[in-house]
């Protein structure tokens, strides 16, 4: 197979969200034609209209469970006809939360998607995929930090398990097609244009209250104690190019963190302080350490892999909270809008 | 939760297949109610017929892609309310050879086919599940025997990822709604009722040339060296039982196979000799070791796990390979039949 670093047209799905629009950024800045299709559901025309007058950017509204839709957008550019040589697949649910009461959710947009993903990038001869997975797939792991060969886990999620699934039929195509994949296992991801997870909560939570003149309460779904890794989106995206530049297997699969991990409590005094609330502010947690049915109390992924190409995250998680904390601050915006449409 | 020594009620998907329809027997001699749920694309009439008379026997036409019929298959006996106990989910598409020109059957028959079966146990509060999972979701893995904890596998083929994603949904809902598992990942099963796989090939191959005259050749898809590891069905059936009966976790995984493995080329002399054919035949090697995309070399699956509970297999590769000769022998009315619809 070729290397990357002269990739010219690609397919972003879900390039309106968090990471495929920063993607997106990334892509153009490098001089690559990039194709976004998202179906706009979690994804916002803000976070892409600042591209609309590039001519190396298009965008088209089409939904990954639609196969139909999905087979035409992977061979056009507006009105014509258009080979892409990567797809970097990102559209997905994200949601573990709600997978309790929406139990096939996953199984649609993540599990369904995917599989329409790759029959879309077989019927145009895309022989290239980049995929979004997630440490989620370790369900609850007993190795700390968790390598990319741990054992064998136990599902804990629909998320989890529809990712997993999305990973292994990437692998299977590779196998069956001479595909070739770069799949990275994300922790949580910080930074600009961060839309959800629980710093998004617990901002969301202090503005409602601000604003209803309440006394703020920052208010834990778990105990506080659970521990957990977070990356900043600039690192993410630099990591997922790196691994895609420096990696030529069949099948690359790459955890993608940091070498750190935060206590729950602390990411939420971080929080407080950055807000200049610290006075003002009282905590309440909840009884157990999982936050939901799902959750894994603790997350620290093993990134040597990818570090030993050369690869190194930049920014810490307190920085990456604090950027995620002016973000928010400077965007309300983003606060007004129900993220999870039917949630 | 209680243990189920005591059954009283089970469903069966694919309760009319292979290994299906010997659990129903089974099930059936213990005292257990036993509805079979089956589309009959694979399963046989033939192979319950002989139970329809039992009081304690029904089956019902039904596909687990039709989540409406499903539902109500799961909460009723003829036309009758029943709650009932347990799922054994055995309904599913086997054939990883065809993934390739059929990549999507996996997902349908095997992923969502799971979902539905799961969302139909949901809505009429059946909170246990037995499924048949395979060795092939560890794809082509680098411990032997392979143990349930293996590094995590990258899949090789659609097959084994969509039983893979069943095995996480399995889970996934055992975490969720307080449900319980045992999943069983096989090796090849061999026996009475065996319908399809390597040794059915070589008998229908053999019967189909000794039928046209033609001088006998045993043709393999692969150099003949790969190594195999096959398990009896009765041994299948009280391995299953056994785990069900011993282990009483949430989610109970265990490898089901012997402590041999075989080279598929001593296989087919195996049965050419049992068919006193060895004078006749002659023996043509394909030229790779993996005799179709997906296929691993080498299958010998680690069965200390249920072994410490109590179970031992009593049947040996070499007898399981004969006692398949002899049913396939006295019942050439299996080799008439197309056994997978659309390949």
């Not at 990712?163 to 590779?174: F, H, M, P, R, W």
């Not at 001479?178 to 922790?187: A, D, E, K, P």
């Not at 602390?266 to 905590?283: F, P, S």
Request: hydrophobic share 35%.
């Amino acid at each position: 197979m070729q290397d990357n670093t002269h990739v010219k047209n690609v397919i972003i799905t879900g390039g309106a969200g968090f990471i495929g629009s920063h993607m997106a950024d990334f892509l153009l800045a490098k001089g690559v034609r990039v194709k976004v299709v998202d179906n706009f559901s979690t994804g916002k025309m803000r976070f892409i209209e600042h591209n609309l007058q590039n001519p190396m950017f298009s965008y088209e509204t089409a939904d990954i469970k639609d196969q139909e839709a999905l087979t035409k957008a992977f061979c056009t550019w507006g009105v014509e006809k258009q080979h892409y040589d990567i797809v970097f697949h990102f559209a997905a649910n994200a949601d573990v939360k709600g997978n309790v009461t929406n139990p096939t959710k996953c199984l649609h947009e993540n599990g369904i998607g995917t599989s329409n993903v790759l029959e879309a990038m077989r019927a145009n001869n895309i022989k290239k995929i980049v995929f979004s997975s997630t440490g989620s797939i370790y369900g609850e792991p007993e190795v700390f930090p968790t390598p990319e060969d741990a054992p064998f886990p136990i599902q804990t999620s629909m998320y989890g398990a529809s990712k997993a699934y999305g990973e292994g039929l990437i692998s299977a195509y590779c196998e069956a097609y001479g595909m070739q994949s770069w799949i990275y296992r994300f922790v949580s991801i910080l930074g600009e244009r961060y839309t959800h997870g629980v710093v998004f909560s617990f901002y969301q939570q202090l503005m409602l209250q601000q604003q209803n003149n309440e006394s703020l309460q920052m208010i834990f779904l778990s105990d506080g104690t659970p521990r957990k890794s977070f990356l900043y989106v600039g690192d993410c995206i630099s990591g997922i190019w790196h691994g895609v530049t420096h990696a030529n297997n069949n099948v690359n699969i790459f955890n993608l963190g940091t070498d750190e991990e935060i206590v729950v409590r602390e990411l939420g005094e971080i929080l407080v302080h950055e807000l200049r609330l610290q006075d003002n502010v009282t905590y309440q947690f909840g009884k157990t350490q999982r936050g939901w049915i799902g959750d894994s109390p603790f997350i620290r992924l093993d990134i040597r892999k990818l570090q030993s190409l050369g690869w190194q995250p930049r920014c810490s998680i307190r920085d990456a909270i604090k950027k995620t904390a002016h973000y928010l601050r400077d965007n309300s915006w983003v606060l007004g809008e129900k993220y999870f449409r039917d949630t």
